[in-house]
């Protein structure tokens, strides 16, 4: 594995583990220019700030929160991250999310992070919902 896969890969690690916890200190991990896109909810966020209040209000908004990492692979420029959360829907904080406050939800998350010199310079995230209560 080269060096840059490596990086490319912690990089991915260290901003899965740490958007709920803090999301202003992953900011960082982003290179200039980043773009983020959830297809299935019609979001797109294109600076570091519009980012951040996203996270906060979304992370804001779950409670009960369970992570199964799945597979997750790189290359110098990709890194390709599959994983399953459940959670329950505490608040209005995940916009355009298909089911209402109170309801338990999992989502397979599949990131498609394109990554620029170690850092993510575009992450697209495809969400499959289903209830589970």
């Known amino acids: 594995m ?13 901003h899965i583990r ?8 992953v900011m960082a991990l982003y290179a200039p220019g980043i773009v983020l896109e959830v297809p299935s909810r019609g979001l ?8 951040e209040a996203n996270y906060r209000r979304m992370f804001a908004s779950m409670a009960e929160i369970e ?14 991250d599959d994983c399953h959360v459940r959670f329950r829907i505490t ?7 298909p089911y209402g406050i109170g309801t338990r939800v999992e989502l397979r998350l599949l990131h498609i992070f394109a990554m620029q010199d ?16």
């Open 44 to 51: 797109r966020f294109e600076t570091l700030a519009e980012i």
């Open 91 to 97: 608040g209005d904080g995940l916009t355009n999310a």
């Open 67 to 80: 992570l199964t990492p799945g597979e997750r692979f790189a290359t110098e420029d990709r890194v390709v």
């Open 2 to 14: 080269s060096d840059l896969v490596a990086r490319n890969l912690a990089t991915v690690d260290a």
């Open 118 to 133: 170690g850092l993510i310079a575009r992450e697209t995230v495809f969400e499959g919902w289903r209830r589970l209560d």
């Open 18 to 25: 740490g958007e709920a916890q803090d999301p202003a200190a």
